[in-house]
């Protein structure tokens, strides 16, 4: 084992061009948002196909950014799923608004539709129907968007797609980022995500108002165009404060990486898609299921993970991540349902009944996925489990 690297569960993907192009920033007269960020926001409108696309510091300032921007206040209710990164459920909580959760389809481990439909039904009875529905695309797979679209358009809510994990993923024909369900979509470029800058996130819009808006928040909510004023003075160098906005640019530096990580980005989708191929095959023995797709849907996965069907197997689910950890293997969990952890069980709420996420949170187990895995580190991640498996 000595000889071998530990093969870790996600990794960026870095080569000299990338150090290369952060260099030349380096050099010059731009470190904070110069040229680089709109021609990164450009390459990303030119593959998703947004009319618009903000780019921000994080994936977590972006869906703060898209609740400001569709008028998220104290006293509104946003819901996700339980099954995701606790960003997805904090940017309400920033705005003052009450979360709640929406259980998972058991297969697919996206917001069940069905399970929406009934709960907006007694949320109507009751007069607390939500605002706004995060809907995430959970390890780069679409979720169900006909059914959620059709829902958000009787009952009212706006849908903010977190599609952190989904950068290359495809939804009924078109790139997701193109907000053909959504009212506002959002990427995340965390070292672990399909493309990195480092930290950095993005915001794609098609509305007009909403993307100036969200871009005026952005930066302070700082308003540059003298057209856009709404006061009398106009002076060549005067900017007004319109809004009470933040500080989540993204800058020159995590621009130039972006740049390009996009132009490596069909080779990244291409390696994780034959990676997930090859896992499929090589555990298709054991007692495991994999994620099912959604209708419509053609994912670049983010994350690769696996069920344990078996009793003997779920009761040492915890020691199975232990035993591959022995074997040089880290897996990991995606994810721990945010309504258990400490700062929302404080929030007192009951959360309903979601025993599709309690379920999927006792036997789920995230195995490798990067694209710099080799054939090799496969075959050992493999290999690993199957006799770990067997050995419980
Ligand atoms: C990574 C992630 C985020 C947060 O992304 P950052 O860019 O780190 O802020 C939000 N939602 C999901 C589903 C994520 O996986």
């Given at each position: 084992?000595?000889?071998?690297?530990?093969?870790?569960?996600?990794?960026?993907?870095?080569?000299?061009?990338?150090?290369?192009?952060?260099?030349?920033?380096?050099?010059?007269?731009?470190?904070?948002?110069?040229?680089?960020?709109?021609?990164?926001e450009?390459?990303?409108?030119?593959?998703?196909?947004?009319?618009?696309?903000?780019?921000?510091?994080?994936?977590?300032?972006?869906?703060?950014?898209?609740?400001?921007?569709?008028g998220?206040?104290?006293g509104?209710?946003?819901?996700?799923?339980?099954?995701?990164?606790?960003?997805?459920?904090?940017?309400?909580?920033?705005c003052?608004?009450?979360?709640?959760?929406?259980?998972?389809?058991?297969?697919?481990?996206?917001?069940?539709?069905?399970?929406?439909?009934?709960?907006?039904?007694?949320?109507?009875?009751?007069?607390?129907?939500?605002?706004?529905?995060?809907?995430?695309?959970?390890?780069?797979?679409?979720?169900?968007?006909?059914?959620?679209r059709?829902?958000?358009?009787?009952?009212g809510?706006?849908?903010?797609?977190?599609?952190?994990?989904?950068?290359?993923?495809?939804?009924?024909?078109?790139?997701?980022?193109?907000?053909?369900?959504?009212?506002?979509?959002?990427?995340?470029?965390?070292?672990?995500?399909?493309?990195?800058?480092?930290?950095?996130?993005?915001?794609?819009?098609?509305?007009?108002?909403?993307?100036?808006?969200?871009?005026?928040?952005?930066?302070?909510?700082?308003?540059?165009?003298?057209?856009?004023?709404?006061?009398?003075?106009?002076?060549?160098?005067?900017?007004?404060?319109?809004?009470?906005?933040?500080?989540?640019?993204?800058?020159d530096?995590?621009?130039?990486?972006?740049?390009?990580?996009?132009?490596?980005?069909?080779d990244?989708?291409?390696?994780?898609?034959?990676?997930?191929?090859?896992?499929?095959?090589?555990?298709?023995?054991?007692?495991?299921?994999?994620?099912?797709?959604?209708?419509?849907?053609q994912?670049?996965?983010?994350?690769?993970?696996?069920?344990?069907?078996?009793?003997?197997?779920?009761?040492?689910?915890?020691?199975?991540?232990?035993?591959?950890?022995?074997?040089?293997?880290?897996?990991?969990?995606?994810?721990?349902?945010?309504?258990?952890?400490?700062?929302?069980?404080?929030?007192?709420?009951?959360?309903?009944?979601?025993?599709?996420?309690?379920?999927?949170?006792?036997?789920?187990?995230?195995?490798?996925?990067?694209p710099?895995?080799?054939?090799?580190?496969l075959?050992?991640?493999?290999?690993?489990?199957?006799?770990?498996?067997?050995?419980?």
């Open positions: 084992m000595a000889d071998n690297p530990r093969i870790p569960y996600g990794r960026q993907s870095i080569g000299e061009e990338e150090i290369a192009a952060v260099v030349d920033v380096l050099r010059s007269d731009w470190l904070t948002q110069g040229p680089k960020v709109p021609l990164f450009q390459k990303l409108r030119e593959f998703t196909g947004a009319r618009d696309v903000v780019a921000v510091n994080s994936a977590t300032s972006g869906l703060h950014l898209a609740c400001l921007g569709l998220l206040k104290e509104d209710v946003v819901w996700t799923t339980p099954i995701s990164f606790v960003a997805s459920a904090n940017c309400a909580r920033y003052g608004a009450e979360i709640d959760f929406v259980d998972i389809d058991p297969f697919t481990w996206n917001i069940d539709p069905a399970y929406l439909e009934n709960k907006l039904l007694d949320a109507a009875r009751t007069g607390r129907l939500p605002k706004i529905v995060v809907v995430v695309d959970f390890a780069g797979m679409p979720a169900s968007y006909k059914k959620i059709a829902l958000s358009r009787k009952y809510f706006a849908i903010i797609e977190d599609a952190s994990h989904a950068l290359g993923s495809m939804y009924d024909g078109e790139m997701v980022g193109k907000c053909g369900f959504s009212d506002a979509t959002i990427f995340s470029f965390h070292p672990v995500k399909t493309i990195t800058t480092g930290e950095g996130g993005a915001v794609c819009v098609n509305d007009p108002e909403l993307s100036e808006l969200v871009r005026a928040l952005r930066s302070h909510g700082i308003v540059r165009d003298r057209e856009k004023f709404v006061g009398p003075d106009r002076a060549s160098w005067m900017y007004e404060q319109q809004h009470l906005g933040f500080n989540y640019r993204m800058n530096l995590e621009a130039a990486l972006g740049l390009i990580q996009m132009d490596r980005l069909p990244f989708m291409k390696r994780r898609q034959k990676l997930v191929d090859a896992y499929k095959k090589g555990l298709s023995g054991l007692p495991i299921i994999t994620q099912k797709y959604e209708e419509s849907a994912p670049i996965f983010h994350l690769f993970v696996v069920l344990l069907q078996e009793e003997r197997l779920v009761k040492n689910r915890n020691l199975i991540i232990d035993r591959m950890s022995e074997q040089g293997v880290t897996c990991n969990l995606h994810y721990r349902p945010i309504h258990h952890q400490p700062y929302y069980q404080r929030q007192g709420s009951t959360y309903g009944d979601l025993h599709a996420a309690e379920d999927y949170y006792q036997r789920a187990i995230t195995l490798p996925l990067f710099q895995m080799s054939d090799q580190m075959t050992t991640v493999v290999d690993s489990f199957s006799n770990v498996v067997d050995s419980i």
